[in-house]
Nanobody, 121 residues
Framework: QVQLVESGGGLVQAGGSLRLSCAAS????????MGWYRQAPGKQRELVAA???????NYADSVKGRFTISRDNAKNTVYLQMNSLKPEDTAVYYC???????????????WGQGTQVTVSS
């Protein structure tokens, strides 16, 4: 069984920074592709940042130059460093991981539980 636990959200003033973490645990071999999504009230969930298995990154235009996605394979943890936060960044943030599951010899997709980020003006 696989579990993703997110942390690092909170309340911050505009211009501040937060680092979100997503720790994966359970029976899997590796983290392949990964991404961070967010969903603001009344809006659809949107992709914020993504990283392929090979390390190629992709960011939403609204966060380019401010957010950085990264990973620590030894800790099975992925991160989203968020700098120069704006009120419009307020949302619930979700991590999404493709994990190679040894038992079934296949890649499955998993979501974290979400963490609230609130940016005050």
């Amino acid at each position: 069984q696989v579990q993703l636990v997110e942390s690092g959200g909170g309340l911050v003033q505009a211009g501040g920074s937060l680092r979100l973490s997503c720790a994966a645990s359970g029976s899997f071999f590796s983290i392949n592709a990964m991404g961070w999504y967010r969903q603001a009230p009344g809006k659809q969930r949107e992709l914020v940042a993504a990283m392929t298995e090979g390390g190629r990154t992709n960011y939403a235009d609204s966060v380019k130059g401010r957010f950085t996605i990264s990973r620590d394979n030894a800790k099975n943890t992925v991160y989203l460093q968020m700098n120069s936060l704006k009120p419009e960044d307020t949302a619930v943030y979700y991590c999404n991981l493709d994990l190679y599951i040894v038992r079934i010899r296949a890649v499955n997709n998993y979501w974290g539980q979400g963490t609230q980020v609130t940016v005050s003006s």
